[in-house]
């Protein structure tokens, strides 16, 4: 956007349109740094909360508070830095904390010349609209979550029948996830949905524009697919509904029709029909006449009472009592008449039923005549049973598993006395409990699964699942079980497995990691042949488990270590222990590598020795490893002496103000840092032209220090006039003066090296190295051979130079205290009464704060002090300073400012400010009364508080013209009658014990 030059009445028009905008509108200076907002309009003061005044100058991201991860912030940002439009959203704070929803349409604005100058913003809440479009992602995402857990499946299509959507339920028939459809084409997925009955009445939908149903058999899937079509203007949609279980449900229900009347007539039991208001007989089956002697036409459309069926009317009243409704129902047992007047005992069942909206009673008969008959038999026969069953649980309860019989509802119904030792339960707190709550949950499936198989008939032989003890321990059984058809029990017998299952999957532990162990694991027999051969142990040798095994494992080891071998195989054959050792294998490549070998017995339950165990770990990389950190911790070492050295060198050339001891320290680090044997250090007198040794290390018995060498004679003398280093590998063949060779080989010298010591171009010395046999010049001893060449003439120079500089500190301070001396006797020579007293009371004062445990240091300046202590007198005209008579109180007024006049012309010289303490408070007085500040006690300085007793003694014993001196006694009398109110009394004291000394 870019302005437009406006005419004179624009701006007054932009201006009330942008006041009267009901849309927030806010400008932003561009060409600042943090794009400060310069104008807002009413508008946006509303919608903000917030007045002009607290906006204007800051940058819009305030009303964001603390909620700054906003994808819109960066993408405004991007368009900011690009000079971009952008319309976004913002989630914006109001003065009184509320949220709002703030679509920000962000404009840059250009000058004439295409300058980026200012953005225009054009804020609304849109907090409404926000809203409502969450609200329907919400409602979006709650619809797809819905129809993902509708159990019927649904489908939607473009006109091209490509999939659009898909839900859970829809895909699952075909084992494959939602998005494997998405945009795929339904008749490429499915070619043989066209030949489908359903494929017909989709058709039909899209042609007739009205909702479609088919069923059709899905053989992929094997399924029954109920699909009602739903078309639309932009496609198909399809509900699908599994109803494989409902068609299965009605061929089972015909079945089940067919079958209940073969089964009605076919039953061994009577059954009968009866219609409630009449009692009449409408339907019997073959054993119904069988039991009664009556045919099919004389039973139906006749009641029981009419046949004479019942023996006992209290029977039939009963019966019909129950169907009425006036008794519960229940089996009744009941005597029967037959046609020939046969009794006959039989258990009557009635169920009332309506059938056709009309009440009907189905009957059951079962003949228990001779029942009856076996029932003392079989009364008889249960006594003997149950007698026989106790004893038979008196057997079982002494094995040591656990033998149990479980009920057709799953519950225990006999338990062995083992459950106390295997469950911690005794046996009635399990029976007639469903087995279910004595079993592990993860094993409560697999054990229902399981039991199903043996009700099936199948014989469980080695099912094992885990039991809860009582103690909450998990117990591992392993079962055997039956079901006894006659009785529909099964019967188990459950072991308790669990220490065997946790030896199983120790050893299954150890099989793994041996397997899995990169180490050579090898199994021997007691004959030495290999039974076990690991990866690690293929890996490393070379050989497959096929080649190995069976083989002596000798054929691993060299010949020559065969006996060493065999000796250490016979000591753990016999259940000893040998300690690791390191021996020499031979892989199938015929590479000898080096092995640490640990070898151990493997024992039986018993403890007997029946094989023996190997394991080897590959150290030739190990070893070759340990020499590289050896050799490398060699040079580390090496490395740290030499650091360690020059820092030792370095500190000492920093501390040390003893040359010597810093090239003591040099020559030390030479010889143990470069091996050498002998080591000096000559350094160059420039006036002499001579050299003299200075300090030497490592001679036996010539004394060389002091002695002087000329420049240009011997070794040094050549290295010094030629300053280039000099290597002589054979001290025999060089040329030196005959004293110096007869030296040389009465200390066993073979080999020589010497360099030259410069710094700035000078020459200040030679550095020397010999040795007792000749040594390779390598650069790494030459480069610390030149390290410790620096560090010496750097130690030379430092120390040169120290010496110049206390030479010149020394000649500068006799210069100035010179100066200050003049200055002194200046001041006493102007005033002729008091000439001699500034050195009088100088030499006093410096004694006395000796006295009072002053430092050197400070006793430099209190003398300095001293000496200038009427400095300010140059100030004070001669009028008023050698005036022969009493001074009039503007004279006095004067006379005063003298100290501040010592200051004023003294601070400027910064080495003299530590000495103003006299000149500026020495007329203080004790008790405040003196000048120039009045200070009390301790507040006044020490050395002015020291300076002022001695400058009134030394005035006090000397001649004036209108006085003769006191004498010394008056003198400290007066001193001590002034102490406490002129004088510091403590100074006072030690300055008598000072001028009383002799």
Known sequence: MKFQQPSALEPYLMSHALEACVTGVVIADARQGDYPVVYVNPAFEQLSGYRAAEIIGRNCRFLQGDDRDQEARQDLREAMAHGRTITTVLRNYRKDGSMFYNELALSPIHDAAGLLTHYLGFQTDVTAREEARQAEAKAREQMAITLNRVTDGLMSFDPDWNFTYINEAAARISGRRPEDFIGQNLLTSFPEFKSLAIAHSVADAAATGSTQSAVSYMAPFGRWIELTAYPGPDGMSLFTRDVTEARQAQREQQISQESFSAVFQASPVAIFVTRQKDKHFIDVNTEFLRQSGYTREEVLGRSSQDLGLWADQMDREVAWSMIDGHLPVHSREVLFLSKTGTEMRGVLSIIPIELAD???????????????????????????????????????????????SVDSDHRFSTVSAASRQILGYEPEEMIGHPIVDFIHPDDRASTAKEAQRVRDGHVTTTYQNRYCHKDGSVVWLEWSAVMLPANGMVYGVGRDITQRRIDEEDRAFLAAIVQASRN??????????????????????????????????????????????????????????????????????????????????????????????????????????????????????????????????????????????????????????????????????????????????????????????????????????????????????????????????????????????????????????????????????????????????????????????????????????????????????????????????TEMTVELCQM?????????????????????????????????????????????????????????????????????????????????????????????????????????????????????????????NSSGTHFDPEIVEVFIRMIGQP
């Not at 054929?555 to 222990?577: D, K, N, S």
């Not at 400070?858 to 022969?884: E, Y």
Request: with cysteine; aromatic share 8%.
């Open 852 to 976: 009072l445990g002053f430092t050197p240091a400070q006793l430099i300046d209190v003398r300095r002090g001293a000496l200038l202590h009427d400095m300010g007198k140059m100030g004070i005209p001669d009028a008023v300073l050698l005036k022969p008579g009493k001074l009039t109180d503007e004279e006095w007024v004067l006379m005063k400012k003298h100290p501040e006049y010592a200051v004023n012309l003294l601070s400027p010289i910064e080495f003299l400010r530590p000495a103003l303490q006299i000149p500026q408070y020495h007329h203080e007085k004790w008790d405040g009364s003196g000048y120039p500040a009045g200070l009390t006690g301790e507040a006044i300085p020490l050395a002015a508080r020291a300076f002022a007793v001695v400058d009134v003694y030394d005035a006090l014993t000397s001649d004036r013209p209108y006085r003769k001196a006191w004498t010394r006694e008056q003198t400290i009398t007066h001193l001590q």
């Open 358 to 404: 009309e009440a009907y009673v189905i009957g059951f008969v079962r003949d228990i005549t001779e029942e009856k008959r076996a029932q003392q038999q079989l009364q008889a026969s249960e006594a003997r049973a149950r007698h026989i069953a106790a004893e038979l649980q008196h057997t079982l309860d002494l094995s040591l598993d656990l033998i149990v």
């Open 520 to 841: 050579v694991i090898i199994g021997l027999s007691l004959g030495g042949m290999i039974r076990f051969w690991n990866p690690g142990a293929q890996a490393l040798y070379g050989y497959t488990a096929d080649e190995a095994i069976g083989q002596p494992v000798t054929f691993l080891v060299p010949e020559e270590f065969h006996a060493q071998e065999e000796a250490f195989f016979a000591r753990v054959r016999q259940g000893q222990q040998v300690q690791p050792f390191e021996a020499w294998r031979i892989t199938k490549a015929g590479q000898r590598i080096l092995v640490l070998v640990t070898l151990a017995p493997i024992l039986n339950a018993a403890g007997q020795v029946i094989g023996v165990s190997r394991i080897a770990q590959d150290i030739t990389a190990l070893r070759t490893a340990e020499q590289e950190v050896q050799t490398l911790n060699k040079s580390l070492q090496q490395q740290l002496r030499q650091v360690s050295g020059l820092r030792a060198i370095d500190q000492s050339i920093a501390v040390s103000a003893e040359l010597n001891v810093t090239l003591g320290l040099i020559l030390d680090n030479v010889r143990d840092q470069l091996n050498m044997d002998v080591a000096t250090i000559l350094l160059l007198d420039p006036q002499r032209k001579t050299l003299r040794y200075t300090v030497t290390r490592g001679f036996y018995t010539a004394q060389l220090e002091a002695s002087v060498l000329k420049l240009g004679v011997g070794l040094a003398g050549r290295v010094a006039r030629t300053r280039k280093p000099l290597s002589v590998p054979d001290l025999a063949t060089g040329e030196m003066p005959p004293a110096w060779r007869a030296t040389f080989q009465e200390e066993g010298l073979t080999a020589y090296y010497g360099v030259p010591l410069i710094s700035k171009g000078q020459v200040l010395g030679v550095l020397e190295v010999l040795c007792h046999e000749s040594w390779p010049l390598s650069s790494e001893w030459l480069a610390t051979f030149e390290t410790l060449t620096s560090q010496t003439t750097i130690a030379i120079d430092n120390a040169w130079l120290v010496e110049k500089l206390e030479q010149s500190n020394l000649e500068l301070r006799l210069a100035y205290d010179a100066t200050i001396e003049g200055w002194a006797r200046a001041l006493d020579l102007r005033d002729e009464e008091t000439e001699g007293h500034s050195r009088r009371v």
